[in-house]
């Protein structure tokens, strides 16, 4: 770029100095220095972008390759599903032709899985005690307040 060492900025400066004069001088070079500042930011803002779109077409790249790795991998399980689907259905021949019986011509070629164990629906939000509901109920411990009116009413003697 340009080589402008401390010589060459006073010779620039005194230049100035003389052709502009003393009452404009600091007034021009805010604005030059303004100028250069918004020539500085465009320039970054320029690498900016440019940095960013070189990392978008690689993260493009990579999406494409990850997507590429998980079709082949449905098309490795459809094919491992389909074999296996045989080999089971010719086992379920096999045995349904040395038995000859009828009774076990409807009954499936596998066991069907036992139900999924799925987690009791508690709502997670309320606060619970560690100690159990029936040991409180056992000892008589209050598990819910009461206001002092109730509280009265409750332990009024009877007529």
């Given at each position: 770029?340009?080589?402008l060492?401390i010589?060459?900025?006073?010779?620039i400066g005194?230049?100035a100095?003389i052709?502009?004069?003393?009452?404009?001088?600091?007034?021009?070079?805010?604005?030059?220095?303004?100028?250069?500042?918004?020539?500085?930011r465009?320039?970054?803002?320029?690498?900016?972008?440019?940095?960013r779109?070189?990392?978008?077409?690689?993260?493009?790249?990579?999406?494409?390759?990850?997507?590429?790795?998980?079709?082949?991998?449905?098309?490795?399980?459809?094919?491992?599903?389909a074999?296996?689907?045989?080999?089971?259905?010719?086992?379920?021949?096999?045995?349904q032709?040395?038995?000859?019986?009828?009774?076990?011509?409807?009954?499936p070629?596998?066991?069907?899985?036992?139900?999924?164990y799925?987690r009791?629906?508690k709502?997670?939000r309320?606060?619970?005690?560690?100690?159990?509901?029936?040991?409180?109920?056992?000892?008589?411990?209050?598990?819910?307040?009461?206001?002092?009116a109730?509280?009265?009413?409750?332990?009024?003697?009877k007529?």
């Open positions: 770029m340009l080589d060492g010589s060459k900025m006073a010779l005194a230049v100095l052709v502009i004069g003393p009452e404009k001088l600091p007034r021009v070079a805010r604005t030059i220095g303004t100028l250069l500042g918004k020539a500085q465009y320039v970054a803002d320029v690498k900016a972008e440019v940095n779109a070189m990392d978008l077409d690689e993260l493009k790249k990579m999406k494409e390759t990850v997507e590429d790795a998980g079709r082949e991998v449905e098309r490795s399980l459809h094919a491992a599903k074999s296996f689907e045989k080999d089971m259905n010719a086992a379920a021949a096999a045995l032709g040395t038995d000859g019986a009828s009774a076990d011509a409807a009954a070629a596998w066991e069907p899985l036992p139900p999924v799925r009791p629906g709502n997670w309320l606060k619970r005690g560690a100690t159990p509901q029936w040991y409180k109920a056992r000892q008589g411990v209050r598990r819910q307040v009461q206001s002092g109730a509280r009265v009413a409750r332990f009024r003697p007529k």
